[in-house]
Nanobody, 125 residues
Framework: QVQLVESGGGLVQAGGSLRLSCAASGLTFSNYAMGWFRQAPGKERDIVAAISWSGGTTYYADYVKGRFTISRDNAKNMVYLQMNSLKSEDTAVYYC??????????????????WGQGTQVTVSS
């Protein structure tokens, strides 16, 4: 069965960095665009970044643009989210998701077929 397993979350001070990883198995990884979403307590799960199946197209939400970088390694079935200049408002559970789509990137939750269990990121101010 399909599994997406996130890692790399934790507690970091404001201004610091974290790198999230997502290991995918049970699917043909190169058939899927990938996304990172996040959900803070009491809020909706929102898109953070997305990357096309080839890595050639990326999308960033305005609130992370210039600070976060999404990348993927199709040989390793991995997707990454490098998070720099972290702010307290970045505190959330971060989820990796897979979208069976060989077009570009998509941003709506409903368009993603598979989800990981999430990893907590806490930024202290």
């Amino acid at each position: 069965q399909v599994q997406l397993v996130e890692s790399g979350g934790g507690l970091v001070q404001a201004g610091g960095s974290l790198r999230l990883s997502c290991a995918a198995s049970g699917l043909t990884f190169s058939n899927y665009a990938m996304g990172w979403f996040r959900q803070a307590p009491g809020k909706e799960r929102d898109i953070v970044a997305a990357i096309s199946w080839s890595g050639g197209t990326t999308y960033y939400a305005d609130y992370v643009k210039g600070r976060f970088t999404i990348s993927r390694d199709n040989a390793k079935n991995m997707v990454y989210l490098q998070m720099n200049s972290l702010k307290s408002e970045d505190t959330a559970v971060y989820y990796c998701a897979a979208d069976r789509n060989r077009g570009g990137t998509r941003v709506r939750r409903a368009q993603y077929e598979y989800w990981g269990q999430g990893t907590q990121v806490t930024v202290s101010s």
